[in-house]
């Protein structure tokens, strides 16, 4: 599969543990989106990085919440001392160069359930 | 501020039936909009993007900016359109999602 990839598909943690998600873009794609989706909710965006460099944070992305993409290929998604509202799934997307033509393709998604 | 409602949380409709898809937005600007679609254990995908005026799987969906509105429309449902349907924004260089639709096709 070549597709966007992420790890793990499920994880289930404690509340207060910290959490590390990593998503794996499409080879080549300099474009790379973090969403959170919620039951009953369309995605929520969270942040994106053009290469390395994170280009905007959402206001959802409480200080608990860090991303990176260090070399501007894989990305991870780090939520410390978790809280039971952070249960949600995780998706990541990435896209190749901007406007209007470019096509953002998901993961399928890192779901996490804080117990 | 940007903004995709999606009024109907389930849809269903017989097979054969047309079927559409309610969308509308909020955008101060020229809107890019898209709809995407999951069907069941398998990930989100783009369906179709109002620039191209394309069909795809027999689906269209007409931009009216009067009404603010893309709805996604297809004249003959299928049992395989049975999936979960997002309408979406392209704001800013991020992508803003309603609240999405089931459509549920019933034999």
């Known amino acids: 599969d070549t597709g966007v990839s992420q790890d793990p598909r499920h994880k289930i943690t404690k509340r207060g543990q910290n959490v590390t998600f990593r998503c794996d873009p499409i080879s080549e794609h300099n474009r790379l989106y973090w969403y959170r989706q919620t039951l009953g909710q369309g995605p929520e965006f969270l942040t994106y990085f053009q290469n390395e460099a994170q280009l905007e944070k959402s206001r959802l992305l409480s200080n608990r919440f860090s991303a990176e993409r260090p070399k501007g290929s894989f990305s991870t998604l780090e939520i410390q001392r978790t809280e039971q509202g952070d249960s949600a799934m995780y998706l990541c997307a990435s896209s190749y160069g901007q406007g209007a033509k470019t096509e953002a393709f998901f993961g399928q998604g890192t779901r996490l359930t804080v117990v | ?107």
Not at chain 2, 12 to 18: E, N
Not at chain 2, 28 to 48: A, D, K
């Open chain 2, 1 to 107: 501020a940007q903004r995709v409602t999606q009024p109907e949380k389930l849809l269903s409709v017989f097979k054969g039936a047309p079927v559409e898809l309610k969308c509308n937005y909020s955008y101060s600007g020229s809107p890019e909009l898209f709809w995407y679609v999951q069907y069941s254990r398998q990930r989100l995908q783009l369906l179709l993007r109002h620039i191209s005026r394309e069909s795809i799987k027999g689906f269209t969906a007409d931009l009216n900016k009067g009404e603010t509105s893309f709805h996604l429309k297809k004249p003959f449902a299928q049992e395989e359109d049975s999936a979960m349907y997002y309408c979406a924004l392209r704001w800013d260089d991020k992508i803003i999602f309603g609240k999405g639709t089931r459509l549920h096709i019933l034999p």
